[in-house]
T-cell receptor, first 116, second 111 residues
Framework: NAGVTQTPKFQVLKTGQSMTLQCAQDMNHNSMYWYRQDPGMGLRLIYYSASEGTTDKGEVPNGYNVSRLNKREFSLRLESAAPSQTSVYFC???????????????FGPGTRLTVL | DAKTTQPTSMDCAEGRAANLPCNHSTISGNEYVYWYRQIHSQGPQYIIHGLKNNETNEMASLIITEDRKSSTLILPHATLRDTAVYYCIVRVAGTASKLTFGTGTRLQVTL
């Protein structure tokens, strides 16, 4: 049981390049999330997917797109990377059982992205 | 989600209890108090959460005041591995919405 896994762990891009960050969870969770964390700051939500087939914008969605490929996988794409997107990206998942209020989010180890 | 206030930093000697306070005076009746921590460069880790009763698990205890305007996370026997930033978050559970991470409390456990 690996929990939440993310690939790659590190990535360096040049301005204008594109890439996709991958996230997968093996806990049969319904909801998945993408956050970014800039140095010395808290996490900010980029996009989330409450359930398979749905996605919604978070606080800072500009410059990103997401795909909920299936229940396990939720990818984040940068179409044209900018230096302002240099950050650590965390994926998370939660069971999202509204009837029992068990909505704890479990996080992956992060992807450290540098855009030159 | 209600706003929370935490001290910027705290120190604790190894083996002693670490008591981390959090104020959330505008908390609503359906909002839970969650605690997460982030050990350097790692993803945040869930610790505990509660609504109004005190809660305990294998990691920590959560004490919520009767008026629910503040809470305390207790690590009963802090170790060096508990050195981390601790975040107190108030939110409505079961909404698949974001966790709002503030600046948290940086706990330094020392020998």
């Amino acid at each position: 049981n690996a929990g939440v896994t993310q690939t790659p762990k590190f990535q360096v891009l040049k301005t204008g390049q594109s890439m996709t960050l991958q996230c997968a969870q093996d806990m049969n969770h319904n909801s998945m999330y993408w956050y970014r964390q800039d140095p010395g700051m808290g996490l900010r939500l980029i996009y989330y997917s409450a359930s398979e087939g749905t996605t919604d914008k978070g606080e800072v969605p500009n410059g990103y797109n997401v795909s909920r490929l299936n229940k396990r996988e939720f990818s984040l794409r940068l179409e044209s990377a900018a230096p302002s997107q240099t950050s650590v990206y965390f994926c998370a998942s939660s069971e999202h059982r509204t009837s029992t209020f068990r909505d704890t989010q479990y996080f992956g180890p992060g992807t450290r992205l540098t855009v030159l | 989600d209600a706003k929370t206030t935490q001290p910027t930093s705290m120190d604790c000697a190894e083996g002693r209890a670490a008591n981390l306070p959090c104020n959330h005076s505008t908390i609503s009746g359906n909002e839970y108090v969650y605690w997460y921590r982030q050990i350097h460069s790692q993803g945040p880790q869930y610790i505990i959460h509660g609504l109004k009763n005190n809660e305990t698990n294998e990691m920590a205890s959560l004490i919520i005041t009767e008026d629910r305007k503040s809470s305390t996370l207790i690590l009963p026997h802090a170790t060096l591995r508990d050195t981390a930033v601790y975040y107190c978050i108030v939110r409505v559970a079961g909404t698949a919405s974001k966790l709002t991470f503030g600046t948290g409390t940086r706990l330094q456990v020392t020998l």
